[in-house]
């Protein structure tokens, strides 16, 4: 069992380039999703998918932000021109869907918007 | 809407001592989780524990016990005789019926700093 891994751990971008990142789940699980977490807080809910269906998103994701899961495997989180404000680390966890309590993180991307 | 309150925002402690780690939390549901992670310098949330709802008996687990009390809306976490390696930020999270069973919310977090 090889974990949930992120790419890359480091993104440092300026202001209102794009940037992608990767998560590839634990291989069985087939929910995904996407938290972000800005300095001193705890992790808040993006959105998540069960399997390619993306089935929920919070509000905190604008319209620059854009997730996807094309084969329900790895997923891919964007942000179209980026503002100092996206400054954070986003973590991807997985699950089955029958025990979506079990939720394993990865170890994150941090982005560092300049 | 659901909520979890982590009051300490940053405990320091000798080594050997033991800490307690409040969490309250707020929620409309009867059926929900309650969890704590553990996020050490290097990023990764580590996941300790979870509870659900119908289940309000204490567990200990080595060094780790949690209480959690429906009455008072806390799932609280003590660390006995603490040592260096459990210096870390710790995470209680809540997920209920209400937000689909799936996304955690997070409290704030409580930053343990435990010196030798």
């Known amino acids: 069992d090889t974990g949930v891994s992120q790419n890359p751990r480091h993104k440092i971008t300026k202001r209102g380039q794009n940037v992608t990142f990767r998560c590839d789940p634990i291989?069985?699980?087939?929910?995904l999703y996407w938290y972000r977490q800005t300095l001193g807080q705890g992790p808040e809910f993006l959105t998540y998918f069960q399997n390619e269906a993306q089935l929920e998103k919070s509000r905190l994701l604008s319209d620059r932000f854009s997730a996807e899961r094309p084969k329900g495997s790895f997923s891919t989180l964007e942000i179209q021109r980026t503002e100092q404000g996206d400054s954070a680390m986003y973590l991807c966890?997985?699950?089955?869907?029958?025990?979506?309590?079990?939720?394993?993180f990865g170890p994150g991307t941090r982005l560092t918007v300049t | 809407a659901q909520k979890v309150t982590q009051a300490q925002t940053e405990i320091s402690v000798v080594e050997k001592e033991d800490v307690t780690l409040d969490c309250v939390y707020e929620t409309r549901d009867t059926t929900y989780y309650l969890f704590w992670y553990k996020q050490p310098p290097s990023g990764e949330l580590v996941f300790l524990i979870r509870?659900?709802?119908?289940?309000?008996q204490n567990e200990i687990s080595g060094r780790y016990s949690w209480n959690f009390q429906k009455s008072t809306s806390s799932f609280n976490f003590t660390i006995t005789a603490s040592q260096v390696v459990d210096s870390a930020v710790y995470f209680c999270?809540?997920?209920?019926?209400?937000?689909?069973?799936?996304?955690?919310?997070f409290g704030k977090g409580t930053r343990l700093s435990v010196i030798a």
């Open positions: 291989s069985e699980h087939n929910r």
């Open positions: 509870r659900n709802s119908f289940d309000e």
């Open positions: 966890a997985s699950s089955l869907q029958g025990r979506f309590y079990e939720q394993y």
């Open positions: 999270a809540l997920s209920d019926r209400n937000s689909g069973n799936t996304p955690l919310v």
